[in-house]
């Protein structure tokens, strides 16, 4: 519901409908002539009309992605049948017209699907690149902990494609016995004041810490070592070691 508000609330939506509003109307109330005006000539501006769908449709794929090319296909494939049937005056030849422009409609929006998936796909890339090297320069440049902690901290939350993004870095003691954040974003008070000398057995991160190796959890909420958690609502938890040399 909230992202079907979402897109009727995006300009994107209203011009796709004025193109297909415009299409509607210029197929039912233009009437069936050559379009040139000269009788040999074998396209009609119904025909034209017809062809002209793929704009809407193209545009609705650009902004929405498949889903919406093809919803917007199946809409105008739907506009276009009931003169193809009921009104032209050549019924088989437009129903013929009316199923090739969706065939190419569909090649159009599964095309245009590949290329915005392999841009999004050349985007990530790029922004993971952009990621590693700021936290490389973040490294070199930054003397305090805490500081480089968060500026850290701060370029890996960027590329987890969350609208919210939360995490925190916690350091071991001395004694590899407890753990405390010295770097959060997005955490409440609560959560942060409750994170403090966290012993390992009391904690997700504690198990990445005590293996060494990437934790994922996707039900956090009810696992049995997340007992400081305050968050009410279902989550899950990713869990990376940071390691400096041997520790």
């Known amino acids: 519901m909230h992202t079907a508000i979402q897109i009727i609330r995006s300009r994107h939506f209203w011009v796709v409908a004025m193109m297909m509003i415009i299409c509607g109307f210029f197929h039912y109330f233009v009437p069936q002539t050559p379009l040139l005006l000269q009788s040999e000539f074998p396209m009609t501006r119904q025909a034209v009309v017809r062809i002209i769908f793929l704009l809407p449709v193209a545009a609705a794929a650009f902004s929405f992605g498949l889903r919406g090319g093809v919803v917007t296909l199946i809409l105008a ?6 003169r193809a049937i009921f009104i032209s005056i050549q019924p088989i030849d437009a129903l013929f017209e009316t199923f090739g422009v969706a065939i190419v409609g569909g090649l159009l929006v599964w095309m245009i699907d590949v290329q915005e998936r392999e841009k999004r796909l050349r985007q990530r890339v790029v922004e993971e690149l952009e990621t590693v090297n700021a936290i490389a320069l973040t490294l070199t440049q930054s003397r ?10 701060g370029k890996v939350l960027l590329v987890t494609d969350l609208p919210k993004p939360k995490g925190a870095i916690l350091l ?10 010295r770097a959060h ?10 994170a403090q000398d966290v012993p390992l057995e009391e904690c997700l991160c504690g198990l ?21 958690c305050v968050e009410q609502e279902p989550h899950a938890h990713a869990c990376i070691p940071l390691k400096s040399k041997d520790r």
């Open 144 to 153: 305090e902990l805490d500081t480089m902690l968060d500026h850290v901290l």
């Open 208 to 228: 990445t810490a005590e293996s060494g190796e990437v934790l994922i959890v996707h039900d956090a909420l009810n696992h049995p070592r997340h007992v400081r």
């Open 172 to 181: 071991l003691d001395p004694w590899g016995q407890t753990m405390k954040v």
């Open 77 to 82: 494939t739907l506009i276009m049948l009931p």
């Open 185 to 194: 974003r997005g955490l409440c008070s609560e959560f942060v004041d409750r």
